[in-house]
Every structure is written in structure tokens, then in C-alpha cells.
């Protein structure tokens, strides 16, 4: 089994990690922003603007994938350097998981079921709900399937593979203690060529799976990127424009964007240290609140985004002034709003969140 480290993480390094899970989140919300398309009473209307089409395409497709490999690592790190020896370690961090993860994942999947219930019920909210319309001609069994597998707020994904993860955990430990390194290679070279199963998210899993190691290996990841942090951000970029192409050629090459990730991350953890004064502080503050900006954020971006385009012209334009702009929108409303619920109603929101009832629980949580 795993050894428990000799010492908690650092402060600077917990400082860190808070701070790329609050980029990661920024990411999440201006890959949900971007109106590549929209869908009212079920029609299908695609980007009119061909270059907002390859603006948007640039982000959403590739530029904006790099948060999810990110956010894996970090989790499957946090999660096996907690982890205390033996069988009570497991069933300690399994219990937890069941308050911080589960909870939370079946509270937020039942309610957005409630809210599109509501929004299919109402006739002025009917048109926005777009091809998920479907939804309301499902059976009760059907539903429940919904609400357990494929929640109608499609966020909850991450929450359903890491859980799927954890549950994997045990195995994943095994392995990683009998084959180390070779593992993390094993995997790494499979998520590159495409091998790796669907569910669990396959850059999930590999990311995962690389926390893991390191954190059984007592790799604590203080890495001094700073001087790659330029050439990465070029190849990322690089990268991310010839797959782009490819892509709007209908040709796009899923290893390129994997590159891309890799070399993101890289750039991505080295940049986040020229995030220094007011604005890292506020960052860090704003990151006591990452988990409910996830959470309650759809379907709240996905309304406001409809409603915009119902009064002014999609075009263009308004699709990258939109795509620029509700991101920052929807982050300022859930912070206050998250801000609000923890300070009147701290109970609620402790139990809503998982325990995440501050950025320190926030941060042990995992």
C-alpha cells in the first residue's frame, strides 16, 4: 500500500495548485461560453461568421482542452498524497470522497433535472432548452439514468469520471507500486495512440495516473519552469493553429491535440508564476470558491448566452464579444452568489459543497 509522506504539502505549493485550479476553472468557463452553434425549439443554427468560426474552433477544440488533463493530475496527486497506509487509509478517503464528491454530484444532477423540468414546463422557457427537449418524453428509469450517468448539467462529467477514478483507485495503487514509472509510460503511450477506454475520460485516466505515481513516489511538483515556459507557450500555440486547420478541414489529428496538452501544462504551470500582487491574491480568494463556479455555472451560462443571442444578432461579432465577455459575467454572478450562500447560510453551503466551507476545506476536501 502507500506510504504516507513524511510531511504535508508546503504552503507555497498548496498555493500553487489553488491557483491552476482557479485557471482551470476560467478555461471551463470560456470553453462553455463560446457560441460555435445554437439550438432553439430544436434547430440547429451553426456559426455565420467564418472568422468567428475559426477563432471560436481554435478555442473550444483544442486551445481550451488543456484544462482537462490539468485538472486530473492534480486531483489523482491530491488524492494519493493524503492517503494514509493500510485498509482504514482507503476507507477514510472513500468516505470522505462520499461527502466531497458524491454528495454534491447527486445534489447538482437532481436539481438541474428540477430546472429543465421547470424550463420545459414553462412555455417563455421552452425554446431555450434546445435539443435537450428530448429529455422530457423519457421514461421515470430513463431519468434516473439522467440523474446518475448522464446529468443534464454535462459539467458533472468530471465528477462521474473522477469518481469512476477513486472507485479504480485501489488497482490504479497496485500498479503504480509494482510498475512505477513503466506504468505512467504504459499509459501515457496509450492515451497518445488512442487505446485507452472512453469512461474513464482517457486523458483522465492518464493524468491521474501520473499524480498517483508521483505522489507514491513523494514527488512533490515545486518544478522551476520559468525557462520553459515561452518555448512551451509557442509550440502550445503552434500546435493548437495547425490542428485547427485540420480540423475546419475536417481532417483534425487527435495526437496533435495531445501534444498541445502537454506542452500547455507546461506552459500553463510556468505562466501562473508571473500571476504576482493584487491580481494572485484576488485569484487565490476567488479559489475558495472554484468548486461552486463548477457547479453552478451551467446551466446559468447556457441561458444567458440564448437570451443574449434572442436580442441581439448572431453574428459574428456578438459571438466574440459574447465569448469574451459572459465568461467574466458568470464568474463575478457565482462568486457573489457563492459568496453570499456561505456567509448567510454556511451549513447549506458546507453540506451543497462537499464540506468545502472555506479555501482550506476546499483544498483538503480533495
Not at 503511450?189 to 475520460?201: C, E, H, K, M
Not at 506552459?267 to 493584487?278: E, K
Not at 459574428?316 to 458568470?330: A, D, E, H, K, R
Request: charged share 15%; net charge positive; proline share 6%.
Amino acid at each position: 500500500m502507500i506510504q504516507a509522506p513524511p510531511q504535508p504539502l508546503s504552503p507555497v505549493i498548496q498555493e500553487k495548485l489553488r491557483l491552476l485550479s482557479f485557471v482551470s476553472i476560467l478555461i471551463v468557463l470560456f470553453n462553455h461560453a463560446a457560441p460555435l452553434s445554437l439550438v432553439y425549439d430544436g434547430v440547429l443554427t451553426k456559426q455565420p461568421s467564418p472568422e468567428a468560426d475559426v477563432l471560436l474552433t481554435f478555442w473550444l477544440s483544442h486551445l481550451g482542452r488543456v484544462n482537462r488533463p490539468l485538472f486530473f493530475f492534480i486531483s489523482g496527486f491530491l488524492f494519493f498524497w493524503t492517503l494514509k497506509p493500510g485498509w482504514s487509509g482507503w476507507l477514510e478517503k472513500w468516505r470522505k470522497r462520499v461527502k466531497s464528491l458524491l454528495v454534491p454530484y447527486l445534489i447538482w444532477s437532481l436539481l438541474s433535472c428540477v430546472l429543465f423540468g421547470l424550463a420545459y414546463w414553462l412555455n417563455p422557457t421552452r425554446a431555450l432548452i434546445g435539443q435537450r427537449m428530448e429529455l422530457a418524453a423519457l421514461t421515470w428509469l430513463q431519468w434516473l439514468g439522467v440523474w446518475l450517468w448522464n446529468p443534464v448539467a454535462y459539467q458533472l462529467w468530471y465528477l462521474r469520471d473522477l469518481l469512476l477514478l477513486i472507485f479504480l483507485s485501489p488497482l490504479i495503487s497496485f500498479l503504480a507500486t509494482k510498475l512505477g514509472w513503466f506504468l505512467v509510460g504504459g499509459v501515457m503511450v496509450a492515451w497518445f495512440v488512442g487505446y485507452l477506454p472512453s469512461r474513464p475520460d482517457e486523458a483522465g485516466l492518464a493524468f491521474f495516473t501520473l499524480g498517483a505515481v508521483m505522489a507514491k513516489k513523494q514527488i512533490v511538483p515545486d518544478w522551476d519552469l520559468r525557462f520553459w515556459r515561452w518555448p512551451s507557450a509557442a509550440v502550445w500555440l503552434l500546435l493548437c493553429v495547425l490542428n485547427t486547420g485540420f480540423d475546419l478541414s475536417g481532417d483534425a489529428l487527435p495526437w496533435v491535440n495531445k501534444l498541445a496538452n502537454v506542452s500547455g501544462i507546461v506552459a500553463i504551470w510556468g505562466l501562473s508564476d508571473r500571476i504576482t500582487g493584487p491580481l494572485r491574491e484576488k485569484m487565490l480568494k476567488a479559489a475558495g470558491l472554484s468548486f461552486f463556479v463548477y457547479l453552478a455555472h451551467e446551466p446559468l451560462m447556457l441561458t444567458l448566452k440564448k437570451l443574449i443571442f434572442k436580442c441581439v444578432p448572431y453574428n459574428g461579432m456578438n459571438s466574440v464579444l459574447t465569448f469574451l465577455l459572459l465568461p467574466l459575467i458568470v464568474l463575478v454572478i457565482c462568486l457573489s452568489a457563492g459568496g453570499q450562500i456561505r456567509q448567510r447560510l454556511p451549513k447549506a453551503f458546507n453540506f451543497l459543497m462537499g464540506g468545502r466551507g472555506s479555501s482550506e476545506d476546499a483544498f483538503k476536501s480533495r
